[in-house]
């Protein structure tokens, strides 16, 4: 699992933390999803002065000191609807249109694991297709948004990584050079 930073349109110096299991399909992203009635938090790390948007209940998981972290504001998830971010690939920009790269809201999100908000790429798993087909974000008859070939490489749409198998892409994103 890796946890990535996405900037907000509306306020660039913060960033959502999502979080997902499956990197790969990180180019794919299209949406970022967040429980509707689960408590976020805007905090600020003490660090590096960065702000970030993450589950109050998951802070403990990436923070092991109060001192290391101030929150600034708290809402719940519902609040957080709608809320635009900057991709952090360019590939599928035009879906921009569509209503891709914001935050939506379902109750699949818990509060076991990651960041408590879960980045989507809708052709890659069963919730997250559900979901934007829900927002709309994707259709039943569109072509799916599926950069990988039969052989688990990276296709022409995924231009930087192009022709690599996932497993490569995969330790570039282990080792932080993307």
Request: charged share 30%; aromatic share 14%.
């Amino acid at each position: 699992a890796v946890i990535v930073n996405f900037p907000l349109v509306d306020e660039p110096d913060v960033a959502i933390l999502a979080w997902t299991t499956t990197p790969w399909t990180l180019p794919s992203n299209l949406s970022c999803c967040v429980h509707p009635d689960f408590e976020y938090v805007k905090l600020k790390d003490l660090n590096s002065g960065k702000k970030y948007i993450m589950m109050e209940a998951r802070i403990s998981e990436l923070y092991k000191s109060e001192d290391a972290y101030e929150i600034l504001e708290r809402f719940t998830g519902k609040q957080l609807e709608g809320k635009k971010y900057e991709p952090i690939f360019p590939y599928f920009k035009y879906m921009e249109k569509r209503g891709a790269f914001r935050v939506l809201n379902d109750t699949y999100v818990t509060q076991d694991s990651g960041t408590g908000i879960v980045q989507q790429a809708p052709y890659f798993g069963e919730d997250d297709y559900r979901v934007n087909l829900k927002y709309n974000i994707i259709s039943k008859d569109m072509k799916p948004i599926c950069p990988l070939d039969m052989t688990g490489r990276f296709t022409e749409e995924v231009t930087d990584f192009k022709g690599q198998y996932v497993k490569v892409y995969w330790k570039a994103v282990r080792r932080k050079e993307i």
